[in-house]
């Protein structure tokens, strides 16, 4: 997965990804922006504020 950043792109590959049992800080997402356009709730994949929502359809 790649996600955009305003200093550089980050690359998360899933399979790299290893549990850190010391700390456990929760990740937000506050936004959400499909083709670089902003989706709001309740349009297209959100049915929530993205920082309440479980999944996207």
């Known amino acids: 997965m790649f996600f955009g950043s305003y200093n550089e792109p980050v690359a998360v590959l ?17 936004a959400f922006h499909l083709f670089g356009d902003p989706v709001q709730p309740e349009t297209g994949p959100l049915k929530e504020p993205i920082w309440s929502a479980t999944s996207l359809e």
């Open 14 to 30: 899933p399979d790299q990804v290893v549990e850190n049992k010391l700390v456990a800080t929760p990740v937000v997402l506050t």
